[in-house]
């Protein structure tokens, strides 16, 4: 007893003193491969480039930077090697800051970028007045390293488009695919055939479309961020709204004329990248040389050609790239690929995710070669969501996108993400990374995302006991022991149920993948009731905000929302203090099944947090999590699943100085 007090006391201070630690460690992600610190501080005020005849007009734009006529000079030096790279690379780069001034030498200007963006989270990271004296050697394992968005389904301004750009390129993302077209709209303008942006032949959204001095416009803005973009015209598949403009399918004569005109028209467009996406998934294909024909016309006019695999059979030679996507996505032999298979936002969690693809390996590989490019996170709009602050916030593309960027950059990793997929494990190799991954993040949240949607706290402090799942024969609101008593072991018809440990602030029980990838439980089944619960101290009697969760929303699937009264189909509860926490009133009523029908409160980040009191020192949070069947009528990818965490009232920060516990220290054990 005495024990548990006194480690309690260590903790409160810990906390106390420095919640993060920030100040003992640099925040920069991604993380440096190799940083050498040296004693000594330099102040500064600005920033003078002695650019050495490089170009500096893209980072003079899109570097967050104080430059001037007076102040520090910053070196730029393009050289033809740099020292302690492993291997040639373009993206390479060294930065020394010492009593000298500030260097920074590449082989490229995209080397000289990222040190310039290096840099820049450094003066922030130092309160914008001083710079550390130090040397980091710094290059990338994966050459792609990117997002997508599908404004095909759902058109996003260009405000918006370009606010991600800027911010992802300061992480050192690289890629911005453009998802252009889809069956319910065609978003690029054509003046060749207008007729295709028009809004008699759209279905959502209508009229909504990019001008070809927009398209310009962001093209121009990826360059000046150094970010490659990737424009993607789906073919012949996803193409309804080609259907309806011109009344004809892509793969016959006379569509793949007019689909020549506008991909012509689109080549001219992007005049300054060197690929052009072109789809080819999820069609049946009636003309056999459709594919063949539309690459060797796109590489006639200087493009490389990319697809998604599954797709077309494509053999070496005969594609430029592959994106795999599903788990039936594989490398094609002789053509390098980008791993999208287990990228897709849209079904990701708020919280769980996150650390599978932190933890994971790009294409199962430790770094990028011939065969393996890097990696795409992709976010779908079948669903129709209006908002566009929404879209970004459920799903969490700023969080995932700072774990890809420092994955893809590091390379490694410790499984493909469907080996132990969500799970954490305190004290892992794996736990500890993400840990250290997720201090960091924090600190960029706070600083460089206040007025960016960010909804996400700290969970690897969070623990839980979780039990087995008792049988409960369809009977979802059947209570048992658990919901009474909490202990380690029960004893329910004969068989004995044990209760195991978790950590996070989302848990699968079941993933919403199933099988292909493992939740908390080995062998999840139909028709049972799991209970979790864990202890939270409070310094003192606080409102604090919660956010919960049994179902998380996929952003591509037609589901109703919960009976009102209830947090789901499944009768799942909350109790805190043995109080029901009941859930809030949905704003979606409708009991037609419609991807046309926008999300509302469904999600929790997207709400206001429920207002909850805890008391001063420990408090216990329990919770019922019955599963009838894995897919019903109302919810076609039914998750098993919980999320929680409890943040202040707005729902902009963690609740302050909690201590999670999965036993009570204040109860004899």
Known sequence: MGQKRNLLFTAMMLFAVNPFNISAQQT???????????????????????????????????????????GTQVDLKLVSQLSGVEKANDEAYKLVINDQGVSISATNEKGLYWGMQTLAQLYDEYERERLPYLEITDWPAFRVRGFMQDVGRSYISVEELKKEIETLAKYKVNVFHWHLTENQAWRLESKVHPEIVAAENMTRMKGKYYTIEEAKEIQAFCKEHNMLLLPEVDMPGHS?????????????????????????????????????????????????????DMVAFIRERGKKVISWNPGWRYKAGEIDMTQMWSYKGKPTPGVPAIDCKFHYLNHYDTFADIYGLYTSRVGNADQGDDQIAGAILAIWHDRFIDDESKNIKQNQLYPNMLALAERAWLGGGWQYFGDFGTKMEKGTEPFEAFTDFENRMVWHKDYNFRDLPFAYVKQTEVEWNISDAFPNDGDLAKSFEPETISKGSYTYGGKNYGVSSATGAGIYLRHVWGTSVPGFYKDPKENHTAYAWTYVYSPRKQKVGLW??????????????????????????????????????????????????????????????????????????????PIGKFSIPEVRLTKWMFAAAFVTKDGKKAAPGLIYSTTNPELPE
């Open 548 to 625: 919960f969760e049994t179902q998380n929303y996929s952003r591509s699937e037609k589901d109703l929302a919960p009976k009102q009264g209830k947090w789901d189909y499944r009768e799942s509860k909350i109790w805190i203090n043995q109080e029901e926490i009941n859930p809030p009133a949905w704003t979606s009523v409708h009991t037609e099944k419609s991807n046309e029908i926008t999300l509302g409160n469904e999600n929790m980040v997207v709400r206001d947090p429920i207002e909850v009191t805890l008391k001063k020192g420990w408090n216990k949070v329990l919770i019922k999590l």
């Open 28 to 70: 920069l992600i991604p993380k440096p491969r190799i940083v050498e610190k040296n004693q000594g501080v330099m102040k500064v005020k600005s920033f003078v480039l002695d650019s050495n005849g490089t170009d500096i007009s893209s980072i003079m734009k899109s570097v967050d930077l104080p430059f001037g006529n007076k």
């Open 240 to 292: 309804a709204a080609f259907v309806r403009a011109f009344g004809v399918d892509m793969q016959s004569e006379k569509g793949m004329k007019i689909l020549k005109d506008l991909v012509n028209e689109v080549c001219e467009i992007f005049d300054e990248v060197p690929y052009l996406h072109i789809g080819t998934d999820e069609v049946k294909f009636t003309n056999p040389t459709f594919c063949d």
